[in-house]
């Protein structure tokens, strides 16, 4: 599985972006994918997940009021709608695919098996 995450730039606070991620190979509508996102000298953190189906949806609580994340299994993608972006949103964002996903296991970066290469957002103040 091969993924590519694209749709990051530099945007306002109070602004919006949506991030994309393109699949190929695999059984895309089969993998529970997430994004994560790592700003400068911090851990990589949970962002949004989304099951197969595209009906169950997880986010984290910094960003639940103001992001949301959807998929399109015909076009083999994922979507992260964010809104009213705040300046401590700026980080890369990389999506990822889990093959084998186990309750609980979403918010988990280490339970995913293919990552893209990250998009960049920056949120100036």
């Known amino acids: 599985v091969q993924l590519q995450a694209s749709g990051g730039g530099l945007a306002q606070a109070g602004g919006s972006l949506r991030l994309s991620c393109a699949a190929s190979?695999?059984?895309?509508?089969?993998?529970?994918v997430g994004w994560f996102r790592q700003a400068p000298g911090k851990e990589r953190e949970f962002v949004a997940g989304?099951?197969?189906?595209?009906?169950?949806?997880y986010k984290a609580d910094s960003v639940k009021s103001r992001f949301d994340i959807s998929r399109d299994n015909a076009k083999k993608a994922v979507y992260l709608h964010m809104n009213k972006l705040k300046p401590e949103d700026t980080a890369v964002y990389y999506c990822?695919?889990?093959?084998?996903?186990?309750?609980?296991?979403?918010?988990?970066?280490?339970?995913?098996?293919?990552w893209g290469q990250g998009t960049q957002v920056t949120v100036s103040s």
């Open positions: 990822a695919v889990d093959l084998s996903p186990r309750l609980g296991g979403v918010r988990d970066p280490r339970e995913y098996d293919y």
């Open positions: 190979g695999g059984t895309f509508d089969s993998y529970v």
């Open positions: 989304i099951g197969w189906s595209g009906i169950t949806t």
